[in-house]
């Protein structure tokens, strides 16, 4: 008989959209013990085998969620929706509020949404730009999607020319915001 | 009868075609693109010719290739499903030349139905109800706000060569015109080779309502009740229902009428679909023909129990309807949602990538056609649509009670789908009412509302993060967590043997 196996519990914050909340997380036995705010969940978790949606069973409740790690936290699919949870220990935290707050010109990146074939670009460096102006077309499945500026201002940096393929998350057009 | 016959197509609608084939013991045989070797389609068939690269325009579009693995694989007849080649009149009229039978209408008919200003002045002449408008392609800017000024606002401009709801603006007042006239222009370029543009009324609160027809080489023409297809998303279709809350037996019977009036002024014969918008006010428009068989064909069968695909087939091979318009009467309600690889979150952009995991949803009165399998994968290249998923129920409600059960069921890993968009309208009060029109989704989805996280569902999602950080922390408890004690693996190991033992 193995001796019971406990990992110290962590006292960590995730974000899921605008929301935040408190909780921890310890193994015990292949059990996980969640704590969310007042609430304690017993959580047994299955693997589907390769590529899988994780099968979970909450506090005797089953779910199936898929779970993939990205850049900017874990991409979790609920009932088919993905969501970003960003899990956040205190050093984190700390490193994201330091960038948050350190100044420097406001950079807006626009990016690609999905993979496809630049079709035209709208603007070149040193244009002023407002909010909404189109900036890239981009076609992917036979539908041509206008890219266009959050914030909008001064255009500095122009990545890509008509007939370029593009893949997600590709940097295209970088603005420089001007007040 | 044929022996063998060619699909010129690829996903879910190769896969239909080739399950009727196999049904009437007809052999068949697939083409397929690079990047569609190991595409689901490709698999149910007998045979399957590569036709060329990746890009639709080089491959699926592409007459020569296609016709050439035809007459190699000693194919009688080519069924060239929906969108590709299936409206094009000179496809049909070369498997024609080379003695081989298209499984569509004549060339003929789809040129002139497929000419939308062409459709119009031919149903104005035999006594088709048209939406105003003006006939011509538009030449400028001007003459475009000369005619809209003079239909009077709002107005749509829509594509001379489209369809599928691509190549469309609805223009509000004079300052809209510019804009939406590139747009349109350019969308139209881009989707069907040509940038001509024409422009008609646009009809408030318009449902739409189209007729399936059928109609043999031997002149007798049916129609098998109509099809709503209201739920649009900027005039892409996404779910259809089969009969219409808004049509009653008399309007069925007006609009079948006309319908298969409409065909008989071009000479229609196979499978055909005539559009119609419906007012509010009960009135009924042509809107178009398409010259093939529908997406949706799938609600007409379940409430009809007519195979359409095998009709085409028979009838491509001579033989006469075998049912009468007396035989054709609506069993219960049929609803379809088409699943596309697009992510409702944010704004339906697609989602391309492999899908990784598959469950799809089966039980009573539960029908998918799908073209994906776990592993296939969702390329940019095509139709970002996947699969069709389709209700049966004695009555409506039903209907929508088994697909929001199946909905629930349905889970594709790897790639963002439309499901969970399906989820709300079907939930949704006004869908169930069935009091919609063409308006409905752009009107009434929010997506930040209606794809919302429950409380359920958002502790799951930092549960599922938080175990997945933990992974990541102590990789070493990863391998222990079910290892010790967990009564699932042990379970599925012993289920493993048993198996095992079972098959020695």
Known sequence: MSPPYTRNRQQLRARVGEQTVDFSIEEENGVFRVQIGEESFAVHRRERGHGGPMFLLINDHPHEIDVEEQAEGFWVNVSGVAHTVEILDPLTALARKAVRESTGPEIETVVAPMPGLVVSVEVGVGDRVDAGMPLVVVEAMKMQNELAAVHGGLVRQVNVEAGQKVDTHDALVVLERVR | ?504
């Open chain 2, 1 to 504: 009868m044929f022996n063998k016959v060619l699909v010129a197509n690829r996903g879910e609608i190769a896969v239909r075609v080739m399950r009727a084939l196999a049904e009437m013991g007809i052999r068949s045989v697939a083409v397929y693109s690079e990047a569609d070797r190991d595409a689901y389609h490709v698999q149910f068939a007998e045979q399957a010719y590569a036709i060329g690269p990746a890009e639709s325009s080089k491959s699926y579009l592409n007459m020569d290739p296609i016709l050439e693995a035809a007459r190699r694989s000693g194919s009688q007849a080519v069924h060239p499903g929906y969108g590709f080649l299936a409206e094009n009149p000179g496809f049909a009229e070369a498997c024609e030349q080379m003695g081989l039978a298209f499984i569509g209408p004549t060339p003929d008919a789809i040129e002139t139905m497929g000419s939308k200003t062409g459709a119009r002045k031919k149903m104005l002449s035999a006594g088709v109800p048209v939406i105003p408008g003006h006939d011509e392609p538009l030449v400028s800017e001007e003459e475009a706000l000369a005619i809209a000024r003079e239909l009077g606002y709002p107005v749509l401009f829509k594509a001379v060569a489209g369809g599928g709801g691509k190549g469309m603006r609805v223009v509000h007042e004079d300052s809209e015109v510019p804009a939406a006239l590139r747009a349109t222009r350019g969308e139209s370029l881009s989707a069907f080779g040509s940038a001509e543009i024409y422009m008609e009324k646009y009809i408030t609160e318009p449902r739409h309502v189209e007729i399936q027809i059928l109609a043999d080489r031997q002149g007798h023409a049916i129609h098998l009740g109509e099809r709503e297809c209201s739920i649009q998303r900027r005039y892409q279709k996404l779910v259809e229902e089969s009969p219409s809350v808004a049509v009653d037996p008399d309007l069925r019977m007006r609009m079948g009428e006309t319908a298969v009036r409409a065909a008989g002024a071009v000479g229609y014969r196979n499978a055909g679909t005539v559009e119609f918008i419906l007012g509010a006010d009960g009135k009924f428009y042509f809107l178009e023909m398409n010259t093939r068989l529908q997406v949706e064909h799938p609600v007409t069968e379940m409430v009809t129990g007519v195979d359409l695909v095998k009709e085409q087939i028979r009838i491509a091979a001579g033989e006469p309807l075998r049912i009468q318009q007396a035989d054709v009467a609506p069993n219960g309600w049929a609803i379809e949602c088409r699943v596309y690889a697009e992510d409702p979150a944010r704004q339906f952009m697609p989602s391309v990538g492999a899908v990784r995991w598959l469950r799809t949803p089966e039980g009573p009165g539960v029908r998918i056609d799908s073209g994906i399998a776990q592993g296939s994968e969702v390329s940019l290249y095509y139709d970002p649509m996947i699969s069709k998923l389709v209700t049966w129920g004695g009555h409506r409600d039903e209907a929508i009670a088994r697909m929001r059960r199946a909905l629930e069921e349905y889970v594709i890993s790897g790639v963002q789908t439309t499901i969970p968009f399906h989820r709300w309208v079907m939930g949704h009060p006004r869908f169930q009412s069935g009091k919609f029109h063409t308006g409905f989704i752009d009107e009434s989805f929010r997506a930040a509302e209606a794809l919302a996280l429950s409380d359920d569902d958002r502790t799951a999602a930092v549960i599922a993060a938080a175990l997945k950080y933990h992974d990541n922390q102590f990789p070493e408890s990863r391998e222990r967590s079910g290892r010790l004690t967990s009564g699932w693996k042990v379970a599925g190991r012993c289920q493993l043997q048993t198996r095992r033992v079972g098959r020695l």
